[in-house]
C-alpha cells in the first residue's frame, strides 16, 4: 500500500508467504523538492496488517463510550485495528448491517488539506516534476474543503476543477505490457467516478498530462466547445488507516460550507454527514480477522463425522485455552497417498 502524508509518499510493502513466518517487510519513502518537509507524521500499517487472503474485515460498534473522533481513534487503535474505513458498497452494506437500532456514530474519514493527485500511480511514469505539472485557466482550481474536486481539460488544453458528479467524455491511458503507450478518448459522458473505472477496467487508469507538450498533444484529441475528465483530483477527505478508497455514499446536507474545522464524517439516519470533530459520539472500528491454516493427517477415517466431531472439540478447547473466543473452523478432506488427511 501507498501512503501519501503532506506531498511526501511512503510505500509499506508487506510479502507474506503460508509456510514462512514471519511476513518480510520494507518500507520506503521519497518525496521531491516541491514538497522537501513532511509535517504530517508518517504512521505505517499496524503490525497485523496482513492480505485479503489471509485475513478478512469485520466491524464492531463501540456504542457505551462515546467519545470526540480523536479519542474514538485513539481507541480503535489501541483495541483494534483503526476506525472505521468503507471501501465499496459491500462495506457499506456490513455498516448499516453493525448499526442494528443504533444510529449517529463516527467512521474513519477526516477534513484535512486539500491535495492534488494524479489517479495512475506508476512509479517511474513521471518524470523530475512531471507529477506537478498543471495547467489551470485563469480562475485557477478552488480549494474549498469537504467536497472532491476533479478536472477536465477543455479543447483550448485549459484545465478546470469541476464537479465530479457532472457528465463529461474522458480520456484513457493504456500502458498495458506488451502494447505501445496510447491515448484514448471515450466519447461517453460519465461521471469523473465512473470513468476512471472505465479506464482501469478497458485500459490502464484515467490519462495523466505531464508537461506542455503532452497537454498540447492531449488538447488536440478533446472536441471544440467540450471538455474531457483527465485523472487529476483534489480530495480533502482522508482516512484514519491511510487507505485511498475514493468511495462516498450518500452525503445528508451540504458538506462544503461547514466554516472552520476540524471536521470529520459520521453516519446517521444511514447516510454520511459532517461536524465538528469534537461532538461526542459512538463510533465503528474495525478489526482484521486472521486465517490460519492447520492440516492433519492420519491413519483414522477422517470423513466419519464420530472423528471429525471429536477433532473439533478438541480444537476449540486448545482456542479457548489460548484466550480465544471469537473463531471460526471450518475444513475440507482430501486423500492422499492411499492416507486420509484432513484440512
Known sequence: MTLDCGGVVGRYVTVMHPDVPPPLCEVKVYSTWVFPQNKVPQRPPRHDYCLSRWCSRDYILIHSEPK?????????????????????????????????????????????????????????????????????????????????????????????????????YFLCFDGRDGAPETKILVEIQMKWTDAQHYCREHHTDLLSVRNPTENQEVQSMVPAGTLAWIGLLGDSWRWSDGGHSLYRYQWQGLVDNLGGGPNCVYIYNRKWSVRSCDTKSMFLCYYLRKKSMVRISAKYNMSDPVIQQQILSRLEAEMKNKGITDFKISWRVTYALGNNSMV
Open 68 to 168: 470526540t473522533w480523536f479519542e474514538a481513534q485513539a481507541y480503535c487503535r489501541s483495541r483494534y485495528t483503526d476506525l472505521a474505513t468503507v471501501n465499496n458498497p459491500q462495506d457499506m452494506n456490513r455498516v448499516i448491517d453493525k448499526m442494528g437500532n443504533f444510529n449517529d456514530f463516527w467512521i474513519g474519514l477526516y477534513e484535512d488539506a486539500v491535495t492534488w493527485s494524479w489517479s495512475l500511480p506508476g512509479e517511474g511514469y513521471y518524470g523530475d516534476g512531471e507529477a506537478e505539472f498543471r495547467n489551470w485557466g485563469v480562475d485557477g482550481p478552488s480549494e474549498t474543503k469537504g467536497i472532491q474536486h476533479c478536472v477536465g481539460i477543455q479543447h483550448t488544453g485549459e484545465w478546470k476543477d469541476l464537479d465530479c458528479d457532472l457528465l463529461h
